[in-house]
Each structure stands twice: as structure tokens, then as C-alpha cells.
């Protein structure tokens, strides 16, 4: 084995080592290194690694979504409790013997009464079944006050149907009885819709009046909910979602907070938001009059800022630590994981990392580095926002001509959907003029150790894509004919080399190659069809840049 000295340079080693003597060490092991991800060393043709999935690749669900899906309605009581309060239509059976007797099962009325011989009414509306019997007992002891004994027993509760309607997944009519909570009732209909519907506008209508309102965050916060019976033919209302702000980065897992039109603030966001102590950093991006928009707050800051409807804020825990934590990828042995000063610099780090240069391409030696693979991420998207814009604004002088951009809007649509599906890998290249730079190491960096390859692959719009074994002095005109030539759809004019350290080439058919290359034939987009070809091409040649992927058009 010899140490990463062959990335470097003989001399550079020598004066990297004694200057890694003289300073404290900058490496430590990680406190809990995870599993190696690459046991198996990766090809040139396997360049999408399998990962674990993490918080920030989870969709943002709706803050209090996990509400409705346990299995609330298989948990439900038969309403036979002790605090099962009575109300019209529940079954009574009084059982009395001595100085009076009567053995017989009663209906509470409308008025919420029962009604014994030789007692008169008894109003039971509203009591609770434990006081039940005493309740019955002092009603008889009135008219019969001594020899009396007591016993009674409730039948069944009374169900009732109540209409869930409004930002639900079903709305209808739902059976339940008048103990039974809202979310009872809610969880019935499916829940609230995830897209539309609020958590934080829910009316409860009786005769189409409103009868409460209540706030769903609440009880999600602090255990409330309204205190009331629901009737037969009550109505439950979900209102449309108000102002949402989107919670990424140090949480359990990215999440969709309402906040309500008087209450826009990050002091309201953080009294409902969990969010980790050590956070001190946030970013927050939006759109402010028109334009996009992102600033760095402090914990203190983002209280007293005005969030409005589609911000997204990124918690991160404090930027003064003085670890980061880095990996390794590719031919390394050993130790994936590493926590380094803040402050370490590429060189310094791999000068500790021993590799086998017979088998290890130290020449490629690139990063990926998740500040850059979110960059790129936001570039795309907006690419695809402005492509999107210019399909669905595009004019017709004929019914002719719209015809075909209407199905040009249909291709155009399928491509985008595709292309947001797209990951980039948030490449660096670390070397200039064929040299590597000692630059600053950021949290998260993934240092990336190609392996030695004679592999040159050709993808994107040929005839067979292959992975070819590499011929010195072999340009990318040849190797397209090897992969039996350009397709119908190529452009021929160019191709992108993308070599082993991240490098882009772009050049024409004659370019050279050499091993672990990866060629890219690009697809032409023909302006006579597409009204919007320029924008088309920048995002094929952004994605292509991005993650290495060829898109097409189908």
C-alpha cells in the first residue's frame, strides 16, 4: 500500500507530512462511523451508489399528518363509559323493587327525559351513565322517600350521523356517536386533505349556523379540543389551507407549517415547530416583489421576521464546531467516516489516507459536496420553471398550429416530470492545470477515489450505449462508431466528455479520450418543432452537467 502521496507529488508528501507534524492533528475518528456503502468499489458504469434514505430526500408532509394514520376508528369505545354523558334517544332499563316497582327498559326523549308511572319525568339529558342510577334513585325517593331499591342500567348510546365535508379525502356522511371527538369523524373521511386543506380552519356547523371552531394545531400542541356533543346532522368543515412555510434541514423530517393570516411570524412557527436546540443557523428562501429571495437568520432574527405563504427555512445546528465530518468514496480501504478540524484542507486530509495506485485513480480525485448538489438543484429547477412558462404561454395563429402545441405541451410536460425526478451530484472539481488544490473541506464533503479503469463508456443517443475497452490515441468519433453510431435523434455536431475527476469537456467529434471517460451524445432539438428549443437545450445540457444523464424527448 502506498499513501496518497501519488495524488500529490513526492515532494508536496514530504512537506505536507512535516507540516501535518508540527500542527495539532486534524483527524480523529468519527464518533460512530457509518457502514461502508462501498464495499463493492464501483465501476464507471455503476455510478449511482445506493444510499439510506435520509430527512431532507423525504417529501414535506402537513404539520399533525400522522393524526390519521393510526387506526383511530378500530380503537373507538362503544360509548358505554363511565363518562358517557346521556342525550336523546339512548336506551334505559330501571329496575325497581320494594315500596315501588317497575321493571321496564325507557327512551330518553327529545327533551331528554324519561318518563316512569307514578313518578313523571326524569331528565337525564347530559348526565353522566356513572350518575345514572343515583340520578334515577333520587327521582323515585321524592314521591316514595323509604323501602326503595334502585338499578339501572344503559342499553346503548345513540349514534349519530354528522356530514364531514370541505379539504377532506372523502367527504359524506359518517356514523358515530356524540362523544366522539371531530378527528373521530375526520379520521372517517380519510382525513384532511394534504394538498388544500387546513388544519388550522375547521368549523363544526349545527342547522348551518356556526356552533365552535377549532384548530386542529391545538391539540397537536397542547391537547385541546373543543368540549361539546355532536347531534344527529352536524357538519364538519374543513377550510382551504392558509399560508404554508416549509421546515428543512435539523428536524425529524422535512414538514409543512399553516400559519394563520394574523399570525405570520417565526416566534408563531417556533411555538409550533420542533426543531433542535443546538440549531443556530437558518436560511430562508422565498419570493419578495416578484424576485427570488434567501438571507441567513439567527434563532433570534427569524422570530421577529414576517414569513409569508411558500417560504422554506433551513435549520442547521451550529456552524462554529470545530469538527465537520467527512467521507470517502471509491478505492479507499477502511474507514469511511471521518470527523476533521473545521478548517482541514483536502491535501492535508488525504495525505493520512493510504491507497493502491494499481488500482486507484488518483488523477480523479474529485468531491461532491451537498451545498454545491442543492445549488444545482434550485438551478434546474428554476430552468424548468421558466421552460414551463414559455410551453404553457406559447400562441397559435391556426387551429392547425394548436393542435400541435397542444401536444407539444404534452411532451413538454412528461420531460419536465422526468427531469425533476433527476438528482445531481453536486460534483467539485479539485484540480487545475492538472494539479490538485488544497482547498477548505466543508461538512459533508464526499471525497471521491475513482477506480483505475481501460473502460470508456458511450451514453446518450446511440445506437447501442456500451461500455468499450479504451485504445491509446482513440478520439470520440471512433468510439461513437463502436457504439454503432448516432441515433436519429443525435446531435452530431458535438459531443460531452465527462472525464474521471468531474471535468467537463465540450468539444467536437475529434476530442480525445482516455480511459474511464464517459461520453454523452447529446439529443437535437429540432427548433422547427419545438417553439422553445433554447430553453430545452440548456436544461438537456444542464442535467447532463448535473448528474451525467442524457434526458430525451420522447
Excluded at 248 to 259: N, Q
Excluded at 376 to 403: D, I, P
Excluded at 485 to 490: D, E, H, L, S
Amino acid at each position: 500500500m502506498a499513501l496518497v502521496g501519488g495524488l500529490i507529488g513526492d515532494r508536496s508528501t514530504a512537506l505536507l507530512t512535516s507540516r501535518a507534524e508540527a500542527q495539532a492533528p486534524i483527524l480523529t475518528p468519527a464518533p460512530e462511523p457509518e457502514p461502508e456503502p462501498f464495499r463493492n468499489a464501483p465501476s464507471s458504469q455503476q455510478r449511482e451508489p445506493s444510499r439510506e434514505t435520509r430527512p431532507e430526500d423525504l417529501e414535506p408532509a402537513p404539520f399533525g399528518a400522522s393524526l390519521f394514520e393510526g387506526g383511530i376508528t378500530s380503537l373507538r369505545d362503544d360509548g358505554l363509559n363511565p363518562e358517557y354523558r346521556i342525550v336523546p334517544g339512548d336506551k334505559v332499563a330501571v329496575n325497581a323493587w320494594g315500596a315501588y316497582q317497575v321493571n321496564d327498559v325507557f327512551i330518553v326523549d327529545t327533551q331528554g327525559n324519561i318518563f316512569l308511572p307514578e313518578i313523571g319525568p326524569i331528565a337525564l339529558y347530559g348526565v353522566r351513565n356513572a350518575d345514572l342510577s343515583k340520578r334515577v334513585e333520587d327521582a323515585i325517593g321524592r314521591v316514595y322517600r323509604r323501602n326503595v331499591e334502585v338499578y339501572t342500567n344503559l342499553l346503548n348510546a345513540s349514534p349519530v350521523a354528522v356530514y364531514v365535508t370541505g379539504r377532506v379525502v372523502r367527504p359524506g356522511r359518517y356514523a358515530g356517536l356524540p362523544t366522539d371527538s371531530p378527528i373521530f369523524f375526520l379520521h372517517q373521511a380519510g382525513g384532511i386533505d394534504p394538498l388544500t386543506g387546513s388544519y388550522r380552519e375547521i368549523t363544526i356547523l349545527r342547522r348551518g349556523e356556526p356552533l365552535a371552531n377549532f384548530d386542529l394545531y391545538d391539540f397537536l400542541v397542547e391537547g385541546k379540543l373543543p368540549d361539546l356533543l355532536l347531534k344527529d346532522g352536524d357538519t364538519i368543515l374543513v377550510g382551504r389551507r392558509g399560508p404554508t412555510v416549509e421546515v428543512h434541514g435539523d428536524v425529524a423530517r422535512p414538514t409543512l407549517i399553516e400559519l394563520r393570516d394574523e399570525e405570520r411570524t417565526g416566534q408563531a412557527l417556533l411555538n409550533i415547530a420542533k426543531i433542535s436546540a443546538r440549531s443556530t443557523d437558518i436560511t430562508l428562501r422565498g419570493v419578495r416583489e416578484g424576485r427570488g429571495f434567501v438571507d441567513t437568520l439567527s434563532v433570534d432574527e427569524l422570530r421577529r421576521r414576517e414569513l409569508r405563504d411558500g417560504d422554506i427555512l433551513s435549520f442547521r445546528e451550529e456552524q462554529h464546531a470545530e469538527f465537520i465530518l467527512v467521507h470517502l468514496e471509491g478505492e479507499v480501504p477502511g474507514s469511511r467516516s471521518f470527523s476533521v478540524r473545521k478548517g482541514a484542507r483536502l491535501i492535508d486530509f488525504l495525505n493520512h489516507v493510504p491507497v493502491d495506485p494499481e488500482i486507484a485513480n488518483t488523477g480523479g480525485v474529485h468531491l461532491k459536496r451537498p451545498r454545491v448538489k442543492e445549488q444545482q438543484k434550485q438551478s434546474l429547477e428554476q430552468s424548468l420553471e421558466r421552460l414551463e412558462r414559455s410551453t404553457m404561454l406559447a400562441l397559435s395563429s391556426s387551429t392547425g398550429e394548436s393542435q400541435i402545441r397542444v401536444r407539444e405541451a404534452e411532451l413538454m410536460r412528461a420531460f419536465i416530470d422526468s427531469a425533476r425526478k433527476i438528482e445531481p451530484e453536486g460534483r467539485v472539481v479539485v484540480r487545475d492545470s492538472g494539479a490538485l488544490l488544497n482547498i477548505l473541506l466543508e461538512d459533508g464533503d464526499v471525497i471521491v477515489v475513482p477506480p483505475r479503469t481501460n473502460v470508456v463508456q458511450v451514453t446518450g443517443e446511440v445506437q447501442v450505449p456500451s461500455a468499450l475497452m479504451y485504445s491509446p490515441g482513440v478520439t470520440a468519433r471512433e468510439m461513437i462508431a463502436r457504439a454503432g453510431g448516432f441515433t436519429r435523434r443525435a446531435a452530431t455536431n458535438g459531443v460531452l466528455v465527462v472525464r474521471p475527476s468531474a471535468e467537463i469537456v465540450v468539444g467536437n467529434l475529434d476530442v480525445a479520450v482516455y480511459p474511464g471517460d464517459e461520453i454523452l451524445v447529446m439529443p437535437k432539438v429540432d427548433r422547427k418543432i419545438f417553439q422553445n428549443a433554447m430553453d430545452i437545450s440548456q436544461v438537456l445540457y444542464h442535467i447532463a452537467v448535473a448528474a451525467s444523464v442524457v434526458l430525451r424527448i420522447r
